[in-house]
């Protein structure tokens, strides 16, 4: 049981609203440079440590997590990976990453290890984090002063603030403290979903597989080197409980293959869930004294394994800022941030589409088109110049 000692702060510099991987990490980075903040998170400790989510961790989201203390379990549990494998038609073809970008690698190290890192530091070393604290309302952006409302212990309170960061994911409050018309979306769904489940069963590959198939996309990942991460594309709507362990891994089976001597070791399913495909943007990150971060601006269908890493990405460059303004009183950092962090998300987004459009086989889709995905990937395998461009943007670059 967390218990935040004593009542629950009046105000704060910088109000954070969310306590997943950007709020937490900003909260860590801020922390380290000596400005005052409180994190108020709606969920339970626990809910929030059991999320299932991502799981690839670029070299600059590692390195920040090193920088802010919380690298050391990273360090000993986080795998490596150098490469990735893509199949089409029987076919596999590897990707390696440091040949093609000068020696950067991503990272295997499961988001919910990330969480539970930066909430134990945070716990043991502030500042204040509050769960089972939902955020209300967030009003006063275009003054010096917006106030932050939550409920706690079934109590309403405010929190004064001179900032407030919305780290509140897609669905979270904070973009309604922003007049209405003064933020543009920009969004695309795609015609299909995925089915992710976790297995007691060690990975097949040692990297991980994506599976272009008539059938639709596969993905071969991992938590641990005995515990596999796997995604089905399913349709839109799909009810995990409506598919048996059985008919999940022959189905596969059948979008893995290859020609040659390769075969899916099965295992018990722990967990399984559905999650939609879908990419937004939201522009600015930023109005008068509220700033969004992470989910809360922008989503990315996780093909690329860019969410967790384009969050990480937002906090840096958000910490940098706020330390700047605490140092030196100048505002150019936060003045900079939205278009500073969008030029990062935008190829993000892009290369996410990609990724995502070059894989799947969207329902009803033409045999036409679907010569154009083969024609890409054939495109990949012969030319180190197109599979250059998938590790720049799938191992990305400096973060911040
Ligand atoms: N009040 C307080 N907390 C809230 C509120 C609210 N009104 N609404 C949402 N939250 C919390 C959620 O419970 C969640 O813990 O905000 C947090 C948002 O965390 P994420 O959704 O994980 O978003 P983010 O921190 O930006 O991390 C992005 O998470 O969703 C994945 O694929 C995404 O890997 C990426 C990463
Ligand atoms: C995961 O391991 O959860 C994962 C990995 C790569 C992706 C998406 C999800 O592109």
Known sequence: MTVTPGPPPARTTVGIVGAGP????LARLLHLAGVDCVVLESRSRGYVERRQRAGILEQGTVDALRAAGAGERLDREGMPHDGVELRWGGRRHRVDFPSLTGGRRVWV?????????????????????????????VTGAGTGRPLVRYTRGGREHTLACDWVVGCDGFHGVTRRGVPDGALSTFERTYPYS???VLADVAPSHHE??????PRGFALLSMRSPAVSRLYLQVPDGTDPSAWTDGRIWDELDARLAVDGDWS??????????????????????????????????????PTGAKG?????????????AFGQLARTGSTAGLDAYSDTCLRRVWRAEHFSWFMTTTLHTAPGQSAFDTRLQLSQLERIAASPHAAAELAENYAGGPVG
């Open 22 to 25: 950007a709020g937490l990490l």
């Open 109 to 137: 190290y499961a988001q919910t290890e990330v969480v539970k890192d930066l909430v134990a530091l945070q716990l043991n070393e502030g500042p204040p984090l509050l769960f089972d604290s939902p955020v209300s309302a």
């Open 194 to 196: 995925w089915l992710g």
């Open 208 to 213: 991980l597989v994506y599976a272009h198939s």
């Open 264 to 301: 899916l070791a099965r295992g018990p399913i722990t967990q399984r869930s559905v999650l939609p495909m879908r990419s937004v943007v939201t522009e600015p990150m930023r109005w008068g004294r509220v700033l969004l971060a992470g989910d809360a601006a922008h989503i990315v269908p």
């Open 308 to 320: 967790l890493n384009l969050a990480a990405s937002d906090v840096v460059v958000l910490a940098r």
